[in-house]
């Protein structure tokens, strides 16, 4: 695919996995991060094009996304968040920058790039929720809802891109990145994780980036509109113990 697929969020362990996936199969590349020495980093070792910006500034994405020229192949927002807290210690502000970054920057990222992708024959765009946005976990308060959001954005833009552009939504469980650390760093919690899943594992961030480059990929032309759960199992089994 020569029209380059743009990666928001390229340098966290999800977009950095995908990244590296997809160049190996041979697409170009827009990488855009919020850090630009770690961004341009990766673009380097890519060979790939690279932008900088920070997700809760619009002016920003807009210009990072035109960086990647007229066309555009495809597009993942690999931008999230893990804000856990009982309702009774959440502020609007936690509610706001949660939705903010989640929903809202994935949002005016496709906008800004939604001139490009339909001029690229069989462009897909991949957004990614939690299996939080349809189970009900303790203190998912903040964060279940605007993943829920995620996903219903992920279906209005499938119907409204169509036919030029597919718009699927990746909804994960607890997987190994930088942002859940602060639930996988412990082995003993870890492993009591785990074991919740009936696969009996953590996801990593190869299972996500596999399912989002098979959806970006010409293989998968004929989906769209679609959340699919990469979760162990999770969403809709229950473990054996």
Not at 58 to 86: F, H, N, Q
Request: proline share 3%; aromatic share 4%.
């Amino acid at each position: 695919m020569t029209d380059p697929i743009v990666i928001i969020g390229a340098t966290g362990v999800t977009g950095a996995a995908l990244a590296h996936k997809l160049a190996g199969r041979g697409h170009a590349l827009h990488l855009i991060g919020r850090d630009s020495h770690s961004v341009g980093a990766l673009a380097g070792a890519l060979n790939a094009s690279h932008a900088t910006a920070d997700m809760f500034d619009e002016t920003a994405i807009m210009d990072a996304v035109a960086a990647a020229g007229p066309r555009i192949g495809g597009l993942a927002y690999c931008v999230g968040s893990i804000l856990l807290k009982p309702l009774k210690r959440t502020t609007a502000d936690d509610f706001a920058s949660c939705f903010a970054l989640n929903v809202t920057g994935a949002a005016r990222a496709i906008a800004a790039a939604e001139a490009g992708l339909r001029a690229s024959p069989g462009a897909g765009i991949v957004l990614f929720s939690s299996v939080a946005a349809g189970a009900g976990f303790v203190n998912h308060s903040v964060i279940g809802p605007a993943k829920a959001a995620v996903e219903g954005l992920a279906l209005a833009l499938a119907a409204e891109l169509a036919p030029q552009v597919r718009v699927n939504c990746i909804a994960p469980s607890l997987t190994k990145t930088r942002m859940a650390a602060q639930l996988t760093s412990n082995e003993t919690m870890a492993k009591a994780l785990a074991a919740q899943h009936p696969l009996g594992r953590l996801g990593e961030a190869d299972d996500l980036a596999a399912l989002a480059a098979f959806l970006l990929s010409d293989e998968a032309g004929w989906i769209t509109g679609q959340i699919i759960g990469v979760d162990g199992g999770r969403g809709s089994l229950r473990s054996k113990g």
